[in-house]
T-cell receptor, first 114, second 111 residues
Framework: DSGVTQTPKHLITATGQRVTLRCSPR?????VYWYQQSLDQGLQFLIQ???????AKGNILERFSAQQFPDLHSELNLSSLELGDSALYFC?????????????FGPGTRLTVL | DQQVKQNSPSLSVQEGRISILNCDYT??????FLWYKKYPAEGPTFLIS?????DKNEDGRFTVFLNKSAKHLSLHIVPSQPGDSAVYFC??????????FGSGTKLNVKP
């Protein structure tokens, strides 16, 4: 158990819809990262937040947005969903801001867009 | 445009033998590399890392080698155990805010 929790575990929705994925980092970790893993693909870094502020941006689509709240939990919002958005979405947390800190991953949310 | 490539999607090894997982990267500015292990229905877990100022880092049965001139790193597992069967991702970071992961190699250690 990494200490990172993600809800929901599974999500099935239709094209055009909007969903919110939630992540609670390990106790004491200030950084939260979001990744997308499509079928047979590696993890694509989407975005990082540190202590409530956006820290780094990767390949995140404009239809996607995220935020980190004062209690440090984070939400990833996916809107105008397309079939290609079906993927595993992982949240990770770390103590610091840089990649020199190992990241602790949650179990992921599997999103299926029909 | 894959910055980190794992060209072998799968690898099968006999228990007790050495497992060698390979990873290539494109950017010579990458300065920190990590290996993560992932079991089904779980998130990746950190395994071992190496800084670009080193060419080898060892932790128990796991050793990571870095060849900067070839932009290549490898993970050696000796001896391999059935519990090592998992998907292994190599990852790197750059400039403190760019994180890249390979597509993973599925290791199967046969008893």
């Amino acid at each position: 158990d990494s200490g990172v929790t993600q809800t929901p575990k599974h999500l099935i929705t239709a094209t055009g819809q909007r969903v919110t994925l939630r992540c609670s980092p390990r106790s004491g970790d200030l950084s939260v990262y979001w990744y997308q893993q499509s079928l047979d693909q590696g993890l694509q870094f989407l975005i990082q937040y540190y202590n409530g502020e956006e820290r780094a941006k990767g390949n995140i689509l404009e239809r996607f947005s995220a935020q980190q709240f004062p209690d440090l939990h984070s939400e990833l919002n996916l809107s105008s969903l397309e079939l290609g958005d079906s993927a595993l979405y992982f949240c990770a947390s770390s103590a610091g801001t840089s990649g020199y800190n190992e990241q602790f991953f949650g179990p992921g949310t599997r999103l299926t867009v029909l | 445009d894959q910055q980190v490539k794992q060209n072998s999607p799968s690898l099968s090894v006999q228990e007790g033998r050495i497992s060698i997982l390979n990873c290539d990267y494109t950017n010579s500015m990458f300065d920190y590399f990590l290996w993560y292990k992932k079991y089904p229905a779980e998130g990746p877990t950190f395994l071992i890392s190496i800084s670009s100022i080193k060419d080898k880092n060892e932790d128990g049965r796991f050793t990571v080698f870095l060849n900067k001139s070839a932009k290549h790193l490898s993970l050696h597992i000796v001896p391999s155990q059935p519990g090592d069967s998992a998907v292994y991702f190599c990852a790197t970071q750059y400039n403190f805010n760019k994180f890249y992961f390979g597509s993973g190699t599925k290791l199967n250690v046969k008893p």
